[in-house]
């Protein structure tokens, strides 16, 4: 029954994964960030709850939190906090997904089998003491996604607490610089 349920997912996830990837191909301009500001603008009334649910649900398909972040803080100028928090928890709850669902959808049998020596090394260096600064250092740096490093230390059994803690404060740190800089573009 798991392994059907695995499937299941499998499919699903990619044809989502697919229909996004033609949606970016047919028209590049939907993760521009003034796309991304109409498209939640034409709802109006319920703005902030489509915000909130974008937020939290984007990082199940792998979508960068950068654009959002920057609508956010375009869209609710006076909340810049508000915005603050609402991307914290959506990252925060991405990270946590993928640190948690990439062993119980096996890829961590996959990529054990498949890059031996590459897994080891990540093993090494995220089980060290120093392993924090290394996931804090990754989660800062915008030219990579948070999403890898925590896929990597879910499947390495890297200690929660420290994966946690270093995505944490990088991306808190990263965030509200994008969040006060792009709050700069509204004036």
């Given amino acids: 029954m798991l392994k059907t349920g695995k499937k299941i997912f ?16 047919k028209n590049p301009e939907i993760l521009s960030v003034d796309y991304i ?11 902030l709850i489509v915000y909130i649910l974008i937020s939290l ?6 979508i960068p939190s950068t654009p959002f972040v920057i609508v956010g803080a375009l869209l609710f100028p006076d909340n ?13 709850l991405s990270a946590t997904s993928l640190y948690y669902f990439s062993d119980l959808l096996g890829f961590s049998e996959y990529l054990e089998k498949k890059y031996p020596e590459k897994v080891k090394k990540w093993e090494s260096k995220l089980q060290s003491s120093k392993a924090t600064y290394l996931v804090l250092g990754w989660s800062f740096f ?9 896929y990597v230390a879910g499947i390495i059994k ?11 404060i990088g991306e ?16």
């Fill in 172 to 187: 808190l740190v990263l965030v509200s610089f994008y969040i006060f800089s792009g709050s700069f573009l509204n004036l």
């Fill in 10 to 25: 499998y499919i699903l996830w990619g044809v989502l994964l697919i229909y996004f990837l033609y949606s970016y191909i």
């Fill in 80 to 92: 810049l906090f508000l915005v603050l928090v609402i991307s914290m928890l959506g990252i925060m």
């Fill in 158 to 168: 890297m200690p929660f607490k420290y994966m946690f803690m270093g995505v944490f």
């Fill in 142 to 150: 915008p030219l990579v996604p948070t999403d890898i490093i925590c």
């Fill in 57 to 62: 649900v984007r990082g199940f398909f792998l």
């Fill in 37 to 47: 500001k109409n498209w939640i603008s034409s709802y109006k009334g319920h703005i």
